[in-house]
């Protein structure tokens, strides 16, 4: 049996998450949900959730597939892949991006998806610094923001967005007062993450980022890059960070046209 996960479903599927290594934040759920009610999807046995996936419709042309599980005990038995084509029909005729780990990038072309470079996590220590002209986001500030994001990174989401720039206790957004760049900060399992980073070059990252550091500050950060920002990437190398990990970043349908302003990604789970 499968059906569409409700909004407590998704603790469960963040806490099989925390278990594979994937370090989801505290408070995501909700801001998760809220992006495509009807696109997170549970595969059941016995009246008991087996596996889960999540296909994301942002825009009338763009999805994004994550929480990609199964549960140890039910592997191997086609369950994850019958709910992985259950839900890729909810995407419809959009695009569709995911960031999958490099091993089963062969899978993932069966289905009819490409490469387009990857995502590489790095993690380090941070030094909380607010720096002028950087602000904590408002209300009002919202929906240029989302714009913004869709003109840096090709993707509409206001739906997601709306949630992500709201502040919660354990998730904060900052931005240049001169509306060119923002920032989100949120608490995770293990430390934080910063995501999305929108900036015009690489020292406005910077301080987009150390200025999050500093609303919510913790030990240890982590900032997913895609691979084509070697800047920010080099910068933070000298800043003591390390590669953890990279994923495969993969489209099926057109890639989305973003520019280098999208200095790093909101989540591996949503794009």
């Not at 996590?121 to 909380?128: D, E, H, I, K, N």
């Not at 900052?174 to 999305?196: L, N, Q």
Request: hydrophobic share 45%; charged share 20%.
């Amino acid at each position: 049996m499968m059906r569409t996960a409700r909004p407590e479903d998704l603790e469960t599927l963040l806490d099989w998450a925390a278990a594979e290594g994937w370090n989801p934040g505290l408070d995501d759920a909700a801001a998760f949900h809220s992006a495509d009610p009807a696109g997170f999807f549970l595969a059941l046995r016995d009246g008991a959730p087996v596996a889960a996936i999540s296909v994301v419709n942002h825009d009338d042309r763009n999805a994004f597939l994550g929480l990609y599980l199964c549960r140890p005990d039910w592997r191997g038995q086609g369950i994850g892949f019958a709910l992985w084509q259950h839900a890729l029909a909810h995407a419809g005729t959009r695009s569709i991006g995911l960031d999958g780990v490099a091993a089963q990038q062969e899978n993932y072309a069966k289905s009819g998806f490409a490469r387009h470079g990857a995502t590489q996590r790095f993690t380090g220590s941070l030094a909380p610094r607010i720096h002028p002209g950087i602000r904590p986001v408002t209300a009002p500030d919202i929906p240029a923001l989302i714009a913004l994001d869709h003109a840096a990174g090709g993707v509409h989401r206001p739906a997601f967005l709306s949630s992500w720039l709201a502040p919660t206790p354990t998730r904060q957004a900052v931005m240049r007062e001169d509306g060119t760049g923002f920032a989100v900060i949120r608490h995770c399992r293990s430390g934080s993450k910063i995501g999305p980073i929108l900036a015009p070059d690489t020292a406005a990252a910077l301080a987009l980022a150390e200025t999050a550091q500093a609303l919510l500050p913790t030990p240890v950060t982590a900032i997913d890059l895609p691979q084509r920002n070697t800047a920010l990437r080099d910068a933070l190398t000298a800043r003591g960070f390390t590669l953890g990990f990279e994923t495969a970043r993969m489209y099926r349908g057109p890639a989305p046209a973003s520019d280098t302003r999208l200095a790093a990604i909101a989540t591996m789970e949503l794009g």
